[in-house]
Nanobody, 111 residues
Framework: QVQLVESGGGLVQPGGSLRLSCAASGSIFSINAVGWYRQAPGKQRELVAD???????NYADSVKGRFTISRDNAKNTVYLQMNSLKSEDTARYYC?????WGQGTLVTVAS
């Protein structure tokens, strides 16, 4: 079974940056797409960004121009670089691959 582990979350001020990591237990990123999702309290989980096996990327309108998804095949890791963070970005962030979810990492954007 493949395991996904997120890291990099924490407390950051508005306008700041964070880099999230999603480490996989195997070489899975060439097999299928990997997505970053987030869920704020009282709200549904939503797709933030994804990267497909061909390298193409997609972003939610709310983060376009501020977030960047990337992949390091040698480390079996997908990253989410988050810049110009806003209070509205506060949520628990999860990575997903082919039916497997990580445990999530909490991002809090506050003054």
């Amino acid at each position: 079974q493949v395991q996904l582990v997120e890291s990099g979350g924490g407390l950051v001020q508005p306008g700041g940056s964070l880099r999230l990591s999603c480490a996989a237990s195997g070489s899975i990123f060439s097999i299928n797409a990997v997505g970053w999702y987030r869920q704020a309290p009282g709200k549904q989980r939503e797709l933030v960004a994804d990267i497909n096996r061909d390298g193409s990327k997609n972003y939610a309108d709310s983060v376009k121009g501020r977030f960047t998804i990337s992949r390091d095949n040698a480390k079996n890791t997908v990253y989410l670089q988050m810049n110009s963070l806003k209070s509205e970005d506060t949520a628990r962030y999860y990575c997903y691959h082919r039916g497997v979810w990580g445990q999530g990492t909490l991002v809090t954007v506050a003054s």
